[in-house]
């Protein structure tokens, strides 16, 4: 049912280290996540881009190491859609995503202890209703267990060099503009 003691033990200091690194890069910060959203620093973007391309470049070492294996979920159009409104309505409302709302409550922000709170009352709830809203998920269909990869008939290392490259040039292009108040 569980994973070993060192696997746990292995995701929670990856976790610590990623909400460090949040933190360090200012992003669990209010004033720099709506910087983002109005297109006036690029600094959510670039983290977020750059973490998908490490973790991808990791997950697929992994698994060609056989350390790790791949759990592709079903793609299914009914989930995908209420799942990015409800995280959309989140992220206005808390002005954080879940990821920077545990980094901010981590440094102490009330506002994002309350966020916290309110994604695990979600998760209950999700939990408790999950049968039925499944049901009607797949009733809307699916794709299925499907990658880009496997869509296009293309190795997964084409899509994560793709992925490196779009880190990079964010990077180059974004530059590293800081909205006026933050500090670096």
């Known amino acids: ?5 060192l696997r746990l033990a292995l995701g929670l200091g990856t976790g610590v280290v990623f909400g460090f690194l949040l933190q360090k890069g200012q992003v669990a910060k209010y004033r720099v996540i709506m910087a983002q959203l109005l297109l006036r620093d690029w600094t959510v973007a670039k983290i977020m881009l750059t973490a998908i391309a490490v973790g991808a470049v990791g997950v697929y070492a992994l698994v060609g190491g056989g350390h790790a294996e791949l759990h592709v979920k079903p793609a299914a159009f009914a989930a995908l859609l209420i799942g990015g409104v409800l995280f959309g ?13 545990v980094a901010a409550c981590g440094a102490g922000r009330k506002d994002a202890a309350v966020g916290v709170l309110g994604m695990l009352v979600g998760a209950g709830v999700y939990v408790a209703a999950y049968e039925p809203v499944a049901a009607l998920g797949r009733s809307l269909g699916t794709l299925g267990k499907v990658t880009l990869p496997a869509l296009t008939y293309t190795s997964p290392w084409l899509w994560i060099v793709a992925l490196v490259v779009a880190a990079l040039a964010m990077r180059a292009v974004a530059g590293s503009r800081r909205p006026e108040g933050a500090s670096a």
Do not use: I
């Open 89 to 101: 309505v989140g992220m206005a409302v808390l002005g954080l995503c879940p990821g920077t709302a």
């Open 1 to 5: 049912m569980f994973d070993s003691p």
